[in-house]
């Protein structure tokens, strides 16, 4: 055993901070904490130390912190949430909750949904919760309306319509689809309020998936819910949560089927179960980033390999990866690669991601609206700092010129270098992933650096692993008491 750092952590059982170690047994990345009430717990960080060491040599970002804190720092991180003045990153995403009702019962559900309307927040509660958000988030402002499923408030049009109001830059959507599926005259009136994207649940392509997690078959309604997004020119986000003996075996499948409806389709964000809120008690199925990257280039035959998967746009090193790469006729070209180091940006990572959500995750008709060039959809929050047209230099995270990319050039794609430039307008896809933190991974470090903050409604931002963070008795460190 090599220890290679120490943590701030958390007690799975009480909650309470304790130290821990990191450290290296047989090529694997482990960490280690005692509890002098509970006793001790180990917990498995990545499959490879080298993969683990790359990621974090890889990663150099700049920070600007929120606007103002909202909270005062007393008892120490993680227990003044607000955000606090110690804590080290602006906001990039705002989740806003506007509802816990939920029309399924997942057996994964980090949210422990339940159907009591009464516990929704009331329109003058979330107008405050977005001027919150307006006043401490460094601009341009990004907000997911989450839940529960947001779209059980028949309210909601009002409620996006309000954030524009407000002056909030993005909005999107996070929705099993079910009521958008169902329901033409609702949908319309979502894009009428101003939606600019739906981050849509998608575990797989297959139903005997879903009947696994939710007992019913859903592909066709996730099916319909792309068609009519393609229809209004509203850019999808496909959201599989990845569990082993669930649908692992699916991400290639995942990926292929997307790129077979891209442009309709932005991106997909793969999320690795954690064990928050609702879930199986059997920790067996936990996912680490590698194991997920390697079925990735496995199932897609190589054409997505783990190095295109790099951690440029995530606020800590080991809290996922994300890769660019353009589609064509069924092929990838990948834009991003972890072997080419560090890339430097004159932006900090709130901001490349804020630009990158917007820049890639809008639809057509949003794009055409903003006048949005390949080279911006490509660069903007990006890893890539070069402008496209800039062929003879090579991007500090292309794997190669992207004079090679051209056909001709031994890439595969078809045409010329101006069907390559109209291509990387609209035949791209966003591959990512993001593994978020339970009591067991816990480590502070990667939360003092979180982007994605929840806003409560009495006007706090949490961030999200902390918000969610629940005890292995089921009690949450701050969830139900905000």
Request: glycine letters at 8%; proline letters at 4%; charged letters at 25%.
């Amino acid at each position: 055993m090599e220890q290679i750092g120490t943590v701030q952590s958390l007690c799975p059982e009480c909650l309470k901070r304790i130290e821990g170690i990191k450290y290296v047994e047989n090529d694997r990345v482990y960490i280690k904490k005692e509890c002098a009430d509970h006793g001790s717990f180990t917990s498995l960080v990545s499959m490879d130390v080298n993969h683990y060491l790359q990621m974090k040599e890889c990663f150099d970002v700049d920070r600007a912190k929120a606007k103002e804190p909202l909270t005062d720092t007393e008892k120490g991180c993680p227990f003044d949430c607000g955000l606090c003045p110690s804590h080290k990153q602006d906001t990039c995403l705002a989740v806003v909750e506007v509802t816990d009702r939920c029309n399924m019962k997942c057996t994964y559900c980090f949210a422990n949904s339940s159907m009591d309307a009464s516990l929704d927040p009331d329109m003058e509660t979330i107008r405050k919760m977005f001027e919150t958000v307006k006043r401490c988030q460094n601009d341009p402002t990004c907000i997911q309306i989450s839940g529960g499923e947001p779209t059980l408030r028949d309210d909601l049009p009002e409620i996006i319509r309000m954030g524009k109001e407000v002056g909030i830059a993005h909005i999107e959507l996070n929705t099993n689809g079910i009521r958008i599926a169902r329901d033409q005259d609702y949908f319309n009136r979502i894009a009428s309020a101003g939606i600019d994207a739906i981050y849509l649940g998608f575990d797989g392509v297959s139903d005997d998936v879903y009947r696994q997690r939710t007992g019913r078959d859903m592909i066709n309604v996730k099916t319909e819910v792309i068609n009519r997004c393609e229809k209004a020119g509203i850019g999808v986000v496909l959201v599989p949560l990845v569990a082993k003996d669930y649908n692992l075996h699916e991400v290639g499948r995942i990926i292929d089927f997307a790129a077979s409806r891209v442009p309709a389709v932005r991106g997909v964000h793969f999320q690795p179960v954690f064990y928050s809120g609702r879930s199986p008690s059997e920790m067996q199925n936990r996912v680490t980033i590698l194991e997920l990257l390697e079925s990735i280039e496995e199932q897609t035959s190589g054409q997505l390999k783990v190095n295109n998967f790099t951690p440029s746009l995530m606020p800590h090193a080991h809290c996922g990866a994300t890769c660019l790469t353009l589609v064509d006729n069924g092929g990838f070209l990948p834009l991003t690669n972890l072997s080419s180091g560090a890339v430097q940006s004159a932006s900090d990572v709130a901001s490349k991601t804020k630009k990158s959500i917007m820049g890639r995750w809008k639809g057509l008709e949003k794009e055409k609206e903003s006048k949005q060039s390949c080279g911006d959809l490509l660069i903007k929050g990006s890893c890539c700092e070069k402008p496209l047209s800039d062929i003879t230099v090579k991007s500090s995270c292309c794997e190669k010129p992207l004079t090679s990319a051209i056909p001709g050039s031994g890439s595969g794609l078809s045409g010329g270098w101006a069907d390559f430039i109209e291509m990387s307008k609209n035949n791209y896809l966003t591959i990512s992933t993001m593994a978020f933190q339970d009591v067991w991974s816990y480590e502070q470090d990667r939360v003092e650096n979180c982007c994605i903050h929840v806003v409560t409604r009495d006007c706090r931002f949490i961030p999200f692993c902390n918000y969610n963070m629940t005890s292995c008795n089921g009690d949450f460190l701050y969830r139900n008491a905000t």
